[in-house]
């Protein structure tokens, strides 16, 4: 399976990015903890299993990592002991290998280390193709820690403590759970649990990995695969400004790519590998992130427009306008949720 190196752009002693992900937001530096990586059994190698990686942790707090067998049993059965509130039965339910298992099912068919620098066609046509099988695995696996989130509607904060990441991948794994797991499982009139609750939660995770450093760390930072996905709840917003924050995002990958190409710095490791593949595949490396940037930006111009994605009014209960009406009924938007 893919060897994906979790050695620190810090340790490796580089600075190759000219727009920093932290200023996206406009957020506060925080502060740098070194830890060791909890990472996607079946996506790394025993040889990285050994690395650390440089990046402050969402709380301080003391987390739950173990969860008692009875406690474990209840939550199959649906029940709690008495007197059990919201928060506790999110921590009941919910664990740090969450993150692994969502990675380990998203990139399951990416079969060699440098598809995660840059994805295939076929790898990213399996991403956003229907595929009721694999909408029944998510649902098989994740239903129920959605179901939980979604009952107990935990703040961001509250989410981080109960899942705890401790790796870069881990806050990728989390943040593809509430973006894109979530959209395979509720579909139709569900989405409205998407749009309400997961969305949300999505962007506020995101906000907390950019504050964070997380898209500094080279195994986000240069592996394309991986680093788009932190875009995703950003175009999924009804938010101006996010969508602004989106544009950028992308902007600021592609400057990376172009930095790290032309850099005439000494690098190592990871940022070596990186650099010699992106080097060999600049102009798929472009391209790749200019089609994302271009379907963020028609996603922003129908908020710019409407100040909302008119196609999930009748989800929502929103009455349309008749020029939302108009839109839609001369084919508007609606980006395969119709």
């Not at 709840?233 to 602004?244: I, V, Y």
């Amino acid at each position: 399976m893919p060897n994906l190196g979790m050695r620190s752009h810090r340790a490796l002693g580089c600075s190759l990015h000219p727009v920093s992900t932290r200023n996206i937001l406009r957020l506060p530096t925080a502060p740098v903890s070194t830890i060791k990586p909890s990472i996607a059994r079946l996506l790394l190698s025993q040889e990285h299993r050994q690395h650390t990686s440089s990046y402050s942790r969402p709380s301080p707090k003391s987390l739950p990592r173990l969860v008692p067998e009875h406690l474990l049993e209840s939550q199959r059965r649906g029940l709690y002991p008495a007197g059990t509130n919201n928060m506790d039965r999110l921590k009941y339910t919910l664990h740090p290998d969450i993150p692994s298992d969502v990675l380990s099912l998203w990139f399951n068919h990416i079969s060699s280390p440098e598809h995660l620098i840059l994805p295939p066609k076929e790898a990213i046509f399996k991403w956003f193709k229907a595929d009721s099988d694999f909408d029944q695995t998510c649902a098989s696996q994740f239903n129920s820690y959605l179901t939980t989130i979604s009952s107990t509607r935990p703040t961001a904060s509250e989410l981080l403590s109960a899942i705890s990441p401790s790796s870069p991948i881990d806050w990728l794994g989390l943040v593809l759970l509430l973006d894109q797991v979530s959209r395979n499982v509720f579909r139709g009139a569900e989405a409205k649990i998407v749009y309400e609750i997961f969305d949300p939660l999505a962007q506020e995770v995101v906000k907390r990995a950019v504050a964070a450093g997380v898209l500094e760390d080279p195994v986000i930072k240069y592996r394309l695969a991986y680093r788009v996905w932190f875009c995703m709840p950003f175009m999924h917003s009804e938010s101006t400004e996010l969508h602004e924050a989106c544009v950028r995002m992308f902007e600021g990958a592609l400057a990376d790519v172009k930095s790290l190409v032309a850099g005439e710095e000494k690098v190592k490791g990871d940022v070596a590998e990186c650099r010699e593949y992106l080097k060999e595949n600049l102009e798929e490396a472009e391209g790749y992130l200019e089609t994302f940037l271009g379907f963020e930006k028609r996603h922003q111009v129908i908020i710019e427009r409407f100040g909302r994605y008119p196609h999930r009014n009748q989800v929502l209960g929103r009455e349309s306008t008749k020029e939302e009406e108009e839109y839609l009924r001369d084919g508007g938007e609606t980006f395969g949720t119709g």
